[in-house]
Each structure stands twice: as structure tokens, then as C-alpha cells.
């Protein structure tokens, strides 16, 4: 279609973009940092090539680390029980973003959100799946990031926007809150939390709304500000049902 929207991986160049990016990551970023280069010093040498596949799956190209590696349960599965830090986890995301500079990748804004985001997310996951212990789901496809798409509107009056209610009105979660969680936000999260449950959202709601400032969730784009601010808003309010 001659007006459809060019899928990140489109955007960015694709395939060989990634394989730069995943190079230059690999072999000018990881070996001399004292904290990654301990994670990846056995890793095999088509590593960055999968890594990259797999970058690629989830910004919208074929799906080949599905078909060739495993898929997410593949992905998770080099995860497991590694005990990742969150100082380990923040220093790989940081470097993948110089990485994507040195790379060429595009520097616009609306790009680096959807990069950035997933960035954010997947490290996330990766910390929690690699904790001792941990159960994660395995049968599950490999998320697929875009650039982002309008939030369900909360309930209320028609001539209200994302965001905003009536100034005398109280916000509640039925009302105000829960109707800004898509189904796929619900699905994506569903291992931790129910973002539908009021005693779910109430009782992880520092750590919602920390997710919400960084943009980390939802998985596909980060929430408007006037959302981000409601979320706030309700919590200091006292979390009404």
C-alpha cells in the first residue's frame, strides 16, 4: 500500500542495520566493560547475528529467530538462572543506545521512543527471568514492537480526552484507570500482574508508575503525559476502586 507506515525494521534499514548495530555492540562496547564482558566472554561467534534476528523479529521483520532458534521460548530459555543485576542490565541497555548511534540507525524522535521502549521493557524481563527461581512463561510469540497506537479512551463523558476527566469528579480505577490498559498490555504483563485487577494495579502501583515515567510500559510506546499524570493523580488521591 503506497501510505502504509514503513515497519520499524523498514525504518531503521533492516537486517543489515541490526547486524551492524549488534557488531559494533558486541565487539567495540562489551569486551572492555568490567560488567558485561564477563556475561559474554563463552558466547558463540554468530551471537551478535542472532541477536540481531532476533531485534528484527521484534521491530517488524521476518520471522526468522522463530524459525531458525526457537522463538521466545529460545530467547527466555538464555536467561535462565544467570542472576543478572540491574546494574548489569541498565549498562547493556545504555551501550546498545551508543551502539545504535555509532550504527547510523535514525535518530528521530519517534523512532528512538519505539527503540528505546523495547530497549527499557525487554531488559526489564530479562532481569526478572534470570532471578533464581523464576518461572517464566515460555509459550509465548516473540513480541512485536511499532510505532506506537492511540490508547482506548477512558470512560466517562464524550467530550472528555485521554487523560482529563471533569474537575469535580473523583478518579477512580473502574472509571479512569483501568480502561487505560489494552488487552495487550494486560497479556504482556499477565506473568506479574493482572492490570485489569484493582487489587493487582493497587498493590504494584509504585512500580506501574515508575515503568509509565521511564516509558518502559506499555511495551509498544510510552503514555501521554496527561495519562501518566491521572496514574499519578489517582495514586495520591488514594487509589479510589
Known amino acids: 500500500m503506497e501510505n502504509q507506515k514503513p515497519t520499524l ?3 531503521m534499514g533492516g537486517l543489515p542495520a541490526l547486524i551492524r548495530l549488534t557488531h559494533i555492540f558486541y565487539e567495540k562496547y562489551v569486551p572492555q566493560d568490567e560488567l558485561l564482558a564477563p556475561l559474554f566472554a563463552g558466547m558463540a561467534p ?3 547475528e542472532r541477536v540481531a534476528t532476533w531485534l528484527g523479529e521484534v521491530f517488524g ?5 522463530t524459525e531458525r532458534y526457537g522463538g521466545h521460548a529460545h530467547m527466555i ?3 535462565l538462572d544467570k542472576g543478572l543485576s540491574e546494574e548489569q542490565r541498565a549498562r547493556w541497555a545504555s551501550l546498545i543506545c551508543q551502539a545504535a548511534d555509532d550504527a547510523g540507525l535514525p535518530t528521530d524522535h519517534a523512532f528512538r521512543a519505539a527503540f528505546v521502549s523495547y530497549i527499557e521493557w525487554g531488559t526489564h524481563l530479562a532481569v ?3 532471578a533464581p527461581g523464576a518461572n517464566p512463561p515460555l509459550h509465548q510469540p516473540v513480541p512485536h514492537w511499532d510505532w506506537g497506537e492511540a490508547l482506548p479512551e477512558p470512560t466517562g463523558s464524550s467530550q472528555e480526552t485521554k487523560g482529563q476527566k471533569r474537575s469535580n469528579e473523583p478518579i477512580t480505577f473502574t472509571q479512569h484507570i483501568q480502561p487505560l490498559f489494552r488487552a495487550k498490555d494486560r497479556q504482556s504483563m499477565q506473568w506479574a500482574f493482572d492490570l485489569w485487577s484493582y487489587e493487582d494495579v493497587t498493590r504494584h502501583a509504585q512500580g506501574i508508575f515508575h515503568r509509565l515515567q521511564q516509558g518502559s510500559m506499555p511495551c509498544d510506546g510510552t503514555w501521554p503525559h496527561e495519562q501518566v499524570e491521572l496514574f499519578q ?3 495520591t488521591s488514594g487509589m479510589a476502586r
Open 9 to 11: 525494521y523498514e525504518w
Open 46 to 48: 554468530d551471537h551478535p
Open 61 to 65: 521483520g521476518p520471522e526468522a529467530y
Open 77 to 79: 530459555s538464555r536467561h
Open 128 to 130: 526478572t527471568y534470570s
Open 233 to 235: 493523580r489517582w495514586m
